[in-house]
Nanobody, 127 residues
Framework: QVQLVESGGGLVQAGGSLSLSCVAS????????MGWFRQAPGKEREFVAV??????????YYADSVKGRFTISRDNAKNTVYLQMNSLKPEDTAVYYC??????????????????WGQGTQVTVSS
């Protein structure tokens, strides 16, 4: 069983930055695909980014809507994955969820590919 705990949400003005963290329990963190999703009111949960550890370091994938503004990173020694969010827009307002899966799935943008979820942290971007 893996438990995920997010932190770092809050209120920020458009154009500002926020950094989210997600700490995972468990001893095999480095082998898990770690992702971030978000869900705005009245909308479906959507993929934001995912980070995987590979033999030559790691790889990251992003939703088009955040590419160039958000950066996902992970510190396997600390069992932590981060999401640095820059140039925030009001449309980035949502509850952000950390997600984990034992394998990096082909359909990594789909919620059903992730076995474990955090409780979520609110990010609000004012205009």
């Amino acid at each position: 069983q893996v438990q995920l705990v997010e932190s770092g949400g809050g209120l920020v003005q458009a154009g500002g930055s926020l950094s989210l963290s997600c700490v995972a329990s468990g001893r095999t963190f480095s082998s898990y695909a770690m992702g971030w999703f978000r869900q705005a009111p009245g909308k479906e949960r959507e993929f934001v980014a995912v980070a995987v550890t590979t033999w030559n370091g790691g790889s990251a994938y992003y939703a088009d809507s955040v590419k160039g503004r958000f950066t996902i990173s992970r510190d396997n020694a600390k069992n932590t994955v981060y999401l640095q969010m820059n140039s925030l827009k009001p449309e980035d307002t949502a509850v952000y969820y950390c997600a984990a899966n034992r394998e990096f799935a082909h359909n990594y943008m789909r919620t059903y590919e992730y076995e474990y979820w955090g409780q979520g942290t609110q990010v609000t971007v004012s205009s």
